[in-house]
């Protein structure tokens, strides 16, 4: 038996479709109601969890497979093997700031918040710059705008929340999409099963 982590939300949908398209049966996921296991057939279990619960179940083994975004993937750190870019679920991160602010200009101490701290703290040390790194849990355009911070290091997909609150790029910090990871034992323990699971959805991308 396989059993794969989707992560709820934006990442599920996608992947259920390309789960369906390459052939596996996922009438009961669409309908889900309040369940968290599916048997898609050909013996494999998907479960639904939330991002860092995808990486943490996959990291212990007790899911072999797992479907999330980059972004956490970059935050969480790596104790697994990322065997494909899905393609979907494409943004980046970006640090924004108010717009017509100088960000990296003057020698002020400067505050950036994040729902990431560590790519945040990785991106500034890659550019030589010491800034002080908020975390925060949700809504992080908020930061600049009542004053606690500078900038913010976060996901950008269409632009509009930065656009609806005066808040404007001031540089990109990676690009962001959905990974296919694999357990690092269950690679090698179930290697024709997650093979097989990475042919047919490698054939849909
Ligand atoms: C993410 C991100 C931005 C927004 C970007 O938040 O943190 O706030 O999406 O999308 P856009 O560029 O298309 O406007 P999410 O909706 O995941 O929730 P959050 O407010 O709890 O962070």
């Known amino acids: 038996m396989i059993r794969i982590a989707f992560t709820k939300g934006r990442i599920e949908s996608k992947a259920i479709e390309i789960f369906e398209k390459a052939g596996y049966n996922c009438d009961e996921l669409k309908n889900k109601g309040r369940k968290l296991f599916f048997n898609i057939g050909d013996d494999i279990e998907v479960v639904l969890a939330k ?5 943490t179940y996959v990291e212990h083994g007790v899911s072999d497979m797992g479907i999330v975004g980059k972004d956490t993937i970059m935050e969480m750190g790596s104790g697994f093997y990322e065997v494909l870019d899905l393609g979907f679920g494409k943004c980046r991160f970006a640090l924004a700031a108010k717009k017509g602010t100088d960000f990296f200009g003057g020698f002020s101490h400067k505050v950036v918040a994040s729902k990431y701290p560590k790519v945040a703290k990785e991106y500034f040390s890659s550019i030589g710059m010491d800034v ?24 950008v997909e269409t632009g509009s929340t930065l656009k609806e609150n005066g808040l404007e790029i001031v540089s990109e910090v990676a690009p962001v999409s959905a990974r296919l990871i694999v357990n690092s034992a269950s690679i090698k323990l179930k290697k024709d099963e997650i093979d097989k699971v990475i042919e047919k959805i490698e054939k849909q991308i």
Do not use: C, Q, R
């Open 51 to 55: 991002a860092n619960d995808v990486i």
């Open 132 to 155: 002080e790194i908020v975390k925060i849990d949700g809504s992080v355009e908020l930061a600049p705008l009542l004053g606690l911070a500078d900038g913010i290091v976060d996901i």
